[in-house]
T-cell receptor, first 114, second 110 residues
Framework: DAGVIQSPRHEVTEMGQEVTLRCKPI?????LFWYRQTMMRGLELLIY????????DSGMPEDRFSAKMPNASFSTLKIQPSEPRDSAVYFC????????????FGSGTRLTVV | EDQVTQSPEALRLQEGESSSLNCSYT??????LFWYRQDPGKGPEFLFT???AGEEKEKERLKATLTKKESFLHITAPKPEDSATYLC???????????FGTGTRLKVLA
């Protein structure tokens, strides 16, 4: 298995532009998680899905952020419009259950908003 | 408020010099405590899950233990390849969300 695949690995964009991050979870994993990592705040859960349905989006910072999972093999995290404070590493993770046996994380997307 | 605190923030060891990393937690009931390893430029990699006080898990040179207030990650005779950031996370009862600590950056010198 190729693991959790995220794209792009790096994204540099100008303030105000739309940014879309992509994730392909491990086949058969029913749970998908989006995390954001910064030096100041560490890893923060943004949203998670179960069987393609958003379960908890209380970590999404504001309406500029949205996430979708149109099918079991693909999810997107969109930021529109982007702001410099959105600069961070965004991780996608998947799990066969609610994480009792750990998550498998992707390699992340490093987002820089200038 | 649920909280996870890791110490020290950074640790430098000589190869073969054993030590322990600490994860203190405050949650309203613990569903599970998790240890992850993160290498630069990569996502966290799952190491262990601990569920109840007194439980221990081992993997190569790593051993994780759990009490009612904290967990320790013991590293025995570390090697340079053990250099990484070690993250602790908890799941509180009533939720399946992880709460991560900010990690301990470990550097093992040859």
């Amino acid at each position: 298995d190729a693991g959790v695949i995220q794209s792009p690995r790096h994204e540099v964009t100008e303030m105000g532009q739309e940014v879309t991050l992509r994730c392909k979870p491990i086949s058969g994993h029913d749970y998908l998680f989006w995390y954001r990592q910064t030096m100041m705040r560490g890893l923060e859960l943004l949203i998670y899905f179960n069987n393609n349905v958003p379960i908890d989006d209380s970590g999404m910072p504001e309406d500029r952020f949205s996430a979708k999972m149109p099918n079991a093999s693909f999810s997107t995290l969109k930021i529109q419009p982007s702001e410099p404070r959105d600069s961070a590493v965004y991780f996608c993770a998947s799990s066969p259950d609610r994480g009792s046996y750990g998550y498998t994380f992707g390699s992340g997307t490093r987002l820089t908003v200038v | 408020e649920d909280q996870v605190t890791q110490s020290p923030e950074a640790l430098r060891l000589q190869e073969g010099e054993s030590s322990s990393l600490n994860c203190s937690y405050t949650v309203s009931g613990l569903r599970g405590l998790f240890w992850y390893r993160q290498d630069p430029g990569k996502g966290p990699e799952f190491l262990f899950t601990l569920y109840s006080a007194g439980e221990e898990k081992e993997k190569e040179r790593l051993k994780a233990t759990l009490t009612k207030k904290e967990s320790f990650l013991h590293i025995t005779a570390p090697k340079p390849e053990d250099s990484a950031t070690y993250l602790c996370a908890v799941q509180a009862s009533g939720t399946y969300k992880y709460l991560f600590g900010t990690g301990t950056r470990l550097k093992v010198l040859a």
